[in-house]
């Protein structure tokens, strides 16, 4: 069993930064991958990030690739989201989500067990 929180959303202009944290319980949590999910009002939840147990792999959904990087500490339970130049379009909830690393389908949202509560991130133009 995997318990997630995330934090660090909040309200920032166009251009500016925040960071994303998702906190794990668990003594397995180094042996799962991490993805990051958004959800816009009206929209699907979407792929944003994933990340290889070990960290040594990384992918991004087109439309952030180069402003957003993502991270992970194993020795401290948790994972990281940097998003840097954000836009009004990336206004959303982001929920931080894991599963067994057994494929590099980080995008599947169907193959995460785990997921946070979400945090609000708003960007304002």
């Known amino acids: 069993q995997v318990q997630l929180v995330e934090s660090g959303g909040g309200l920032v202009q166009a251009g500016g930064s925040l960071r994303l944290s998702c906190a794990a319980s668990?003594?397995?949590?180094?042996?799962?991958?991490m993805g990051w999910f958004r959800q816009a009002p009206g929209k699907e939840r979407e792929f944003v990030a994933g990340?290889?147990?070990?960290?040594?792999?990384?992918v991004y959904v087109d439309s952030v690739k180069g402003r957003f990087t993502f991270s992970r500490d194993n020795a401290k339970n948790t994972v990281y989201l940097q998003m840097n130049s954000l836009k009004p379009e990336d206004t959303a909830v982001y929920y931080c989500?894991?599963?067994?690393?057994?494929?590099?389908?980080?995008?599947?949202?169907?193959?995460?067990?785990?997921w946070g509560q979400g945090t609000q991130v708003t960007v304002s133009s």
């Open positions: 990340i290889r147990w070990s960290g040594s792999r990384t």
């Open positions: 668990g003594r397995t949590f180094s042996s799962y991958a």
């Open positions: 989500a894991a599963r067994k690393d057994y494929s590099e389908t980080y995008y599947e949202r169907s193959e995460y067990d785990y």
